[in-house]
Nanobody, 116 residues
Framework: QVQLVESGGGLVQPGGSLRLSCAVS??????????MGWYRQAPGKQREFVAS???????NYADFVKGRFTVSRDNTKNTLDLQMNSLTPDDTAVYYC????????WGPGTQVTVSS
């Protein structure tokens, strides 16, 4: 069984930064992971793609986070990070970590609130 657990969410003022982390545990090896990514879901909205990274590594970002967010992955530790800078209230959402392998796995999410 594969489990993902996000951490690092919280309350931050506009313009501030947060770093999210996702820890992967269970019976999976880094070589069997096609890619990992971050999604988010704001209240009343559908879940949307934020950023992803493959084993290459090759990173992709949603247009609304380009230049502000950076995704990184540690293959030896099976962790995924998301550095978020210049946060705005529009970034308020629950952020989910996703792992793509033979199956897709999701974490329970971590709340990010950007407010003064």
């Amino acid at each position: 069984q594969v489990q993902l657990v996000e951490s690092g969410g919280g309350l931050v003022q506009p313009g501030g930064s947060l770093r999210l982390s996702c820890a992967v545990s269970g019976s999976i090896t880094s070589t069997s992971i096609y890619g990992m990514g971050w999604y988010r879901q704001a209240p009343g909205k559908q879940r949307e793609f934020v950023a992803s990274i493959t084993s290459g590594p090759s990173a992709n970002y949603a247009d609304f986070v380009k230049g502000r967010f950076t995704v990184s992955r540690d293959n030896t530790k099976n962790t995924l990070d998301l550095q978020m800078n210049s946060l705005t209230p529009d970034d308020t959402a629950v952020y989910y970590c996703m792992l793509s392998s033979v199956y897709d796995y999701w974490g329970p999410g971590t709340q990010v609130t950007v407010s003064s």
